[in-house]
């Protein structure tokens, strides 16, 4: 749900306009859901379809479960207004507050949707050409890996020598052929890559790993097991498993998300200049007395 749709959720629970069985307007209009004294009808639901997002909308039209969910909570909603009403909440200091909040929020994001409509793009594409020529390290990737390693975490001083004596025999093993992926599942204690032969995962940068950790799978041909290597979190045994040489993207690599993050930050831009204007000018005048009086100032 969009934070509009929230805002008008919470303004109807409270609303004194909320459409009720006994509306005129119900009668007119296709009845969608009934329950006892209550119905939906399909103005109730085109209303709420519109605070949807459209991938959302076009889900919901197209699955009759989730119509019928939809349905339910406009139901829900209808029910809590009549029995606000009957209460005579809706009077009531704290939901006179609420309403008020919840309408200029709305109306604050309706405005901010129409002035972002207005907003004329400019042409993007060349803006990012420009931008890419200006600043072409940006788009330049460091040397990437694919690693696995075997850990035998040290705690403790008390731990260091057995520790290192258990990695070592490892090592020995992995060297007499014994498969690193299988062995790294049974010895690791790296819980998370254990599981996965020992795999980190996704490609890692120099600058994602630890010191040591990175000088030594920098040193590795694809393959390779290194010697023990020892970090703050104990000692390991690395095997790269793939290498990306650090190289230059081209435009046409970066052309469609460099476009859309201008777009991004153009839009942004433009929005906070209009809305700022806004804001209470230089001829603004506050009335320190009061302000003073309300908070117990001197």
């Not at 005129?24 to 969608?32: F, R, V």
């Not at 005579?88 to 200029?104: C, I, M, S, V, W």
């Not at 020598?161 to 020995?172: D, F, G, P, V």
Request: net charge negative.
């Amino acid at each position: 749900m969009t934070t509009v749709r929230f805002l008008l959720i919470e303004m109807l629970l409270f609303s004194l306009l909320a459409v009720s069985v006994a509306h005129a307007d119900d009668q007119d209009q296709q009845i969608l859901l009934s329950a006892g004294d209550l119905i939906v009808t399909e103005q109730d639901l085109q209303q709420e379809l519109l605070l949807l997002p459209e991938i959302e909308r076009t889900q919901t039209l197209a699955t009759p479960t989730k119509l019928k969910e939809l349905l339910g909570q406009i139901f829900l909603g209808k029910r809590m207004i009549a029995e606000t009403e009957r209460l005579g909440l809706e009077q009531t200091p704290l939901a006179q507050a609420r309403l008020a909040a919840a309408r200029r929020r709305a109306l604050s994001e309706t405005l901010r949707d129409h002035v972002q409509k207005q907003i004329e793009p400019p042409d993007f594409a060349a803006l990012a050409r420009e931008h890419y020529t200006v600043s072409r390290d940006e788009f330049r990737l460091p040397d990437r890996f694919k690693a696995a390693h075997i850990l035998k975490k040290v705690n403790c001083d008390c731990e260091r020598e057995s520790q290192r004596q258990k990695i070592e025999a490892l090592l020995t093993r992995l060297k007499a052929g014994e498969d690193f992926a299988a062995l790294a599942k049974a010895e690791s204690e790296d819980t998370g890559s254990a599981e996965k032969g020992g795999e980190l995962g996704d490609w890692v940068k120099r600058d994602d790993l630890v010191a040591p950790f990175a000088d030594a799978l920098a040193k590795l041909d694809t393959g390779q097991l290194s010697d023990i290597v020892e970090t703050q979190y104990g000692f390991h045994i690395v095997k790269l498993l793939d290498r990306q040489l650090a190289r230059q993207q081209s435009l046409e690599e970066v052309q469609q998300s460099l476009e859309q993050r201008l777009r991004q930050t153009y839009t942004q831009e433009q929005l906070r200049k209009q809305l700022g204007s806004y804001m209470p000018g230089a001829d603004a005048k506050y009335n320190e007395s009061a302000l003073n009086a309300l908070s117990r100032g001197p």
